[in-house]
């Protein structure tokens, strides 16, 4: 079975640090695209970060400085270090795969596979 599945979310205070992992089952990750999105409550989703096969990346204004994306490849899986962590960082968080050559697209409108989401609250 084709799937992605994050991990990693939960809830932590302003300030601090958690590390969101996306790992693959069915097919390897590294020829893919991985994005990834937040959406938080009565928002559309954005797009947060992306890393392309090549390693491109790219992020979203407001999470620069605070976020870093990663891959590794031997593992099937990717992550977003997220440091500095806001309230307004609150949402379910996902990761997508796209079957891209090139520069990775933030926020892109069409991938291959999603994954389920993972919740990320930040509060005091």
């Known amino acids: 079975q084709l799937q992605l599945v994050e991990s990693g979310g939960g809830s932590v205070q302003p300030g601090g640090s958690l590390r969101l992992s996306c790992a693959a089952s069915?097919?390897?990750?590294?020829?893919?695209?991985i994005g990834w999105f937040r959406q938080a409550p009565g928002k559309e989703r954005e797009g947060v970060s992306c890393?392309?096969?090549?390693?491109?990346?790219k992020y979203l204004d407001s999470v620069k400085g605070r976020f870093t994306v990663s891959r590794d490849n031997a593992k099937n899986t990717v992550y977003l270090q997220m440091n500095s962590l806001k309230p307004e960082d609150t949402a379910v968080y996902y990761c997508a795969a796209d079957l891209l050559l090139g520069p990775c697209i933030l926020g892109a409108k069409t991938v291959d596979y999603w994954g389920k989401g993972t919740l990320v609250t930040v509060s005091s």
């Open positions: 069915g097919f390897s990750l590294d020829v893919y695209a």
């Open positions: 890393i392309s096969s090549s390693s491109d990346i």
